[in-house]
């Protein structure tokens, strides 16, 4: 099964950036959808934001103007430029991609183990 594995997340003051990208573990005949999700302390996973293969994208609220989704689809590769950032962008953010492995396989949600992200105040 494919998994998602991110990167680039760590420690940053508020009103600072940090860029996160996301890959697969192996290789994939097809991505469609793919997004960022975040998961703070006692909180639900939410969107934060998604990038069709086409390259349209959604962003939640909190996030519209700050953050920016971008993908590479020859690399099969996925951004967030998160800039502005504030304590309460501080959660664990998860890649998720709509995958086919192979050329016979069903579309799956693949998802990545999370990095941590980190804004002090």
């Known amino acids: 099964q494919v998994q998602m594995v991110e990167s680039g997340g760590g420690l940053v003051q508020a009103g600072g950036s940090l860029r996160l990208s996301c890959a697969a573990s192996s290789s994939i005949f097809s991505i469609n959808t793919m997004g960022w999700y975040r998961q703070a302390p006692g909180k639900q996973r939410e969107l934060v934001a998604t990038?069709?293969?086409?390259?349209?994208?959604n962003y939640a609220d909190s996030v519209k103007g700050r953050f920016t989704i971008s993908r590479d689809n020859a690399k099969n590769t996925l951004y967030l430029q998160m800039n502005s950032l504030k304590p309460e962008d501080t959660a664990v953010y998860y890649c998720?991609?709509?995958?086919?492995?192979?050329?016979?396989?069903?579309?799956?949600?693949?998802w990545g183990q999370g990095t941590q992200v980190t804004v002090s105040s």
């Open positions: 998720n991609a709509d995958v086919r492995s192979t050329w016979y396989s069903s579309w799956s949600d693949s």
């Open positions: 990038i069709t293969s086409g390259g349209s994208t």
